[in-house]
């Protein structure tokens, strides 16, 4: 793989006096250029750019420079803030904070000059593909074109051309002063050059007349452009407008290698590369101790208990996995584990068979990435067997169905290989298939179904023309355009950090209009006017929610004494409520199902009774007692309760004193836990004072009738 390509910018910025430029509280020619600056430098550091960037002051109240160790005398005034590295937030600090005006003023083709020594000697030892000077400064204070040439060579030596763009507040005429357009150019051709120029002296719209320092600083740029320095000329408000935005990251696609194998007598190099992949951010953020912001600093240490009195504690080596099925919890083991991966031997491209075009459907392409096929650099005998395969695809209308694993160990995958003919190029593109399990059938009624759901000729027309009028892909004036749309979600995150590095205190700022543009489109006129005919064809009914008991309860209370409402007829509660009648106890609801069992009669008392405590003895040996101890609590309580009302109470007295034997036996704690919480404990009743009971249940009656008899 070709080494990636790495440029040193140097930023070289005019903060003299003539910089403070401000009007009517508007913001200054050196405020816009920080701006400038600080986003350029945003976008390097979020698009994790290689690039090294280096920052330049002129016009500043201090010196700071090797040309002016050498000679005191010489280049004043000119600070390197930064020298020539990777881009970082303290640079943005600096320029957000630090940075100062100057009130001097320096001649900014000294400015270059340290700027070239300083370029040269940061980069001679390093892999630069391109270096680039950005010139920021309006020309407003006195300059000189001494040593012009050489400079000019210096921009052109040691075999690395160094480009000079130039940023200023007006537009700088490229042509040089002597150059005759009109016999340069027909009258009917062109100009070549790529920037705004003035035409017999007309200035461009909204832009002051020059000054005559402007006007020599102009001749010098048009001279060192003219005499082989590359470069281009920008306004401020078109480098603004350039930089609105962050960059994204730029990533290179690696090559996967493998052979294409249909059969096992035809084999095909090939390599594959990402097409497309959804775009994600980064998580880089790292933990910090919050007073010495060491990573070092802070340990982590992890135990694992048993969830029991004791606590005890287990060992890593014995824990293993295992999944809740239900109640239950299934282990699953490593050997377990092993059996059930499947065992690839290799990385392989292999082709199972093919289908229809038509079986292949979007909603089946998986995965968050495409990748292309192609025949392996080089080898003609592989170009000419996909290109083969390619067209006969093409001609039978099929694509193939393929096992793709990408390295040894892998887990295999089913793709979809899709061929494209395209500009005298053969080509596969890789998609991911979902397996059988991964397809879940869902059936859903049809909206059309009964004959008051049919939509009109009208409705469908409209329907119709809607769609068509929102479709943007074909439109001449370019309304959407996808690939100048910037991600919003990336554009928002580092709007975000660059706030909170430049406020760490403050709170978020507002969603960017630029963002807020890219997220809205604003839909043409006739898009709303069919809308307001789709408000009047499809007329929207809202549906009451039916009303639940406790509701009906509700509002038949609020009925009562309204005056309102007087001549109105009663609605009895019943006609509100409409509940099927409980024949059992359940383990939802089992308080209130026992209550209404012995409320309709649809159990006998007996019954009632034996299946309620069948249900508490089902919650106090379930697996999750620790769950359901207030569940039993207020059956418990309801039991206790229904007893009294049928003067029962020796039948739940024997129940307490069984169940007491079952929970100590099994768990004390959820005992103590009924204990506080009012179950009283009667296992210290006589016997005597049970028999001498003035109440009996109904069983114990009917034996005493029968012995009477």
């Known amino acids: 793989m070709a080494a990636s390509k790495k440029e040193a910018l140097l930023l070289c910025l005019d903060v003299g006096s003539g910089m403070i430029d401000s009007t009517n509280n508007q913001s200054t020619s050196l405020d816009l250029c920080i701006h400038v600056i600080s986003t350029l430098v945003q976008r390097k550091i979020f698009s994790q750019s290689k690039d090294e960037v280096s920052l330049v002051l002129f016009g500043t109240n201090e010196t700071s420079n090797p040309l002016n160790q050498e000679d005191e005398e010489s280049y004043q005034n000119i600070l390197i803030a930064f020298s020539l590295g990777c881009p970082n937030f303290e640079l943005l600090h600096y320029l957000s904070n630090d940075l100062k005006p100057g009130v001097l003023e320096t001649d900014f083709v000294d400015a270059l000059t340290v700027s070239l020594d300083h370029l040269h000697k940061e980069t001679r030892y390093k892999k630069i593909s391109s270096s680039r000077i950005v010139l920021f400064t309006n020309f407003c204070h006195p300059t000189s074109d001494e040593n012009l040439d050489g400079i000019i060579d210096g921009f052109n030596t040691d075999g690395m051309n160094v480009q000079l763009d130039v940023i200023s507040s007006f537009t700088i005429n490229k042509s040089l002063p002597n150059d005759d357009d009109t016999s340069s150019h027909g009258d009917d051709q062109p100009s070549t050059s790529t920037h705004r120029r003035s035409v017999h002296g007309e200035l461009p719209c909204g832009e ?85 912001h060491k990573k070092e600093d802070i340990t982590s240490n992890m135990f694992y208990y048993i969830d029991d009195d004791e606590k005890t504690e287990v060992t890593k080596e014995n824990l293993g996995k295992g999944y809740k099925y239900g109640k239950d919890i299934i282990t699953f083991g490593t050997e377990d584990e092993k059996q059930m991966k499947f065992a690839a031997r290799d990385k392989c491209l292999s082709i199972l068979g093919f289908t229809d075009m038509r079986n292949i459907h979007v909603i089946h392409h998986m995965d968050d990435q495409a990748h292309v096929v192609i025949p392996e650099t080089g080898d003609d005998h592989a170009g000419t067997a996909l290109s083969a395969l390619c067209m006969a695809m093409v001609k039978q209308n099929l694509c193939a169905v393929a096992c793709h694993v990408y390295r040894k160990g892998s887990n295999p995958k089913l793709v979809a290989l899709l061929p494209k003919v395209k500009l005298g190029s053969h080509y596969l593109v890789m998609v991911s298939l979902p397996f059988a399990e991964d397809i879940r059938p869902l059936s859903f009624e049809s909206l059309f179904s009964g004959k008051n759901k049919q939509p009109s000729e009208d409705q469908l027309q409209l329907a119709d023309d809607l769609i068509s009028s929102m479709d943007f892909t074909q439109s001449e004036d370019g309304i959407f355009k996808a690939k100048e749309k910037m991600n919003p979600t990336f554009q928002r995150t580092f709007q975000c950090l660059d706030h909170r590095l430049k406020h760490p205190d403050g709170k978020l700022p507002e969603l960017n209009q630029l963002i807020r543009d890219s997220i809205s489109i604003s839909h043409p006129a006739s898009v709303e006017t069919l809308l307001d005919q789709i408000h009047e064809k499809f007329p929207v009914i809202l549906n009451k929610k039916p009303q639940t008991s406790h509701e009906a309860w509700i509002n038949n209370k609020s009925d009562v004494g309204d005056p309102d409402k007087g001549d109105k007829p009663d609605v009895s509660v019943s006609a509100h409520i409409r509940n099927e009648q409980t024949t059992s106890i359940g383990t939802v609801t089992t308080d209130q199902d026992f209550v209404e069992v012995l409320q309709n009669g649809s159990l006998s008392c007996n019954e009632a009774f034996d299946q309620m405590e069948q249900r508490i003895k089902e919650f106090v040996s379930d697996s999750f007692v620790e769950v359901l101890k207030y569940k039993i609590l207020k059956c418990l309580m309801t039991l206790m309760e229904q007893t009294n009302k049928m003067n029962a109470t020796d039948r739940s007295k024997r129940f307490m004193n069984e169940l007491k034997q079952i929970v100590l036996a099994t768990n004390p704690t959820l005992w103590n836990f009924l204990k506080e919480n009012g179950i009283q404990d009667d296992s210290d009743s006589s016997d005597d004072k049970m028999m001498t009971s003035d109440y009996v249940i109904d069983d114990e009656a009917d034996a005493l009738l029968d012995m009477m008899e």
């Not at 001279?223 to 920008?234: A, E, I, N, S």
Request: charged share 25%; net charge positive.
């Open 208 to 292: 002051k007349p020059k000054l005559a320092n402007q006007q020599a600083g102009e001749g010098i740029i048009t001279r060192m452009h003219g005499g082989g320095v590359h470069g281009d000329c920008y306004t401020l408000r078109e480098a603004v407008k350039a930089v609105m935005g962050f960059e994204k990251c730029s990533v290179r696609s690696a090559k996967w290698k493998c052979n294409l194998t249909l059969g096992s007598h035809l084999s095909i190099p090939c390599c594959a590369y990402i097409k497309t992949k959804e775009a994600k951010l980064k998580q880089t953020w790292k933990k910090c101790h919050a007073k010495t």
